[in-house]
T-cell receptor, first 112, second 113 residues
Framework: SQTIHQWPATLVQPVGSPLSLECTVE??????LYWYRQAAGRGLQLLFY??????ISSEVPQNLSASRPQDRQFILSSKKLLLSDSGFYLC???????????FGEGSRLTVL | GENVEQHPSTLSVQEGDSAVIKCTYS??????FPWYKQELGKRPQLIID?????GEKKDQRIAVTLNKTAKHFSLHITETQPEDSAVYFC????????????FGKGTRLHILP
């Protein structure tokens, strides 16, 4: 069966520090991969999605970036965090043209 | 791009009554409409979905309806129970185009005893 792992679960970082959140999927190949952010208002904002290695689409201009160095690995990064980057970050995967998203357990980021 | 609007943002219903959450979308190419439930502190999970070739789908106490002409779809929960209390998200996607899945802002559903 397929599983998705996301880490770290909780992160407290100072403003201006770098960020790296990692997500891996097991049990499937060539998944679509997504990063969403859920701010205090609870909406799920799509940040990045990828349909293959090296193929990243950005939905929101910001100081975050994403990379997909391997088929089942998706990384969310920032060189310098802002206060507004605080939130709950969710990685997710779906099969090609199947639609259903499977979410990781999330990473709660607090920027102080 | 796709834009999904969801109403209401908060909904309180008496236990046993029905709850209805409504969403509209903007992209006529969207053809897949899932609903997710997120309990406090947990990840969202799919509860029901509908594709554009179907007008209604039911799964026990949950049903979803789709009106492609009007570009809106709704979630109906009947005989609500305390465990239905959660945040519900609708979403829209074009799975034949780019698989991008856009969510509404969510509805916090409270089931009152």
């Amino acid at each position: 069966s397929q599983t998705i792992h996301q880490w770290p679960a909780t992160l407290v970082q100072p403003v201006g520090s770098p960020l790296s959140l990692e997500c891996t999927v097991e049990g499937t190949s060539n998944p679509n991969l997504y990063w969403y952010r859920q701010a205090a208002g609870r909406g799920l904002q799509l940040l990045f999605y990828s349909v293959g290695i090296g193929q990243i689409s950005s939905e929101v201009p910001q100081n975050l970036s994403a990379s997909r160095p391997q088929d089942r690995q998706f990384i969310l990064s920032s060189k310098k965090l802002l206060l507004s980057d605080s939130g709950f970050y969710l990685c997710a995967w779906s099969g090609y043209r199947t639609g259903e998203l499977f979410f990781g357990e999330g990473s709660r980021l607090t920027v102080l | 791009g796709e834009n999904v609007e969801q109403h209401p943002s908060t909904l309180s219903v008496q236990e046993g009554d029905s709850a209805v959450i409504k969403c509209t979308y903007s992209d006529s190419a969207s053809n897949y409409f899932p609903w997710y439930k997120q309990e406090l502190g947990k990840r969202p999970q799919l509860i029901i979905d509908i594709r554009s070739n179907v007008g209604e789908k039911k799964d026990q106490r949950i049903a979803v309806t789709l009106n492609k002409t009007a570009k809106h779809f709704s979630l109906h929960i009947t005989e609500t129970q305390p465990e239905d209390s959660a945040v519900y998200f609708c979403a829209a996607s074009s799975v034949n185009r780019d698989d991008k899945i856009i969510f509404g802002k969510g509805t916090r559903l409270h089931i009152l005893p």
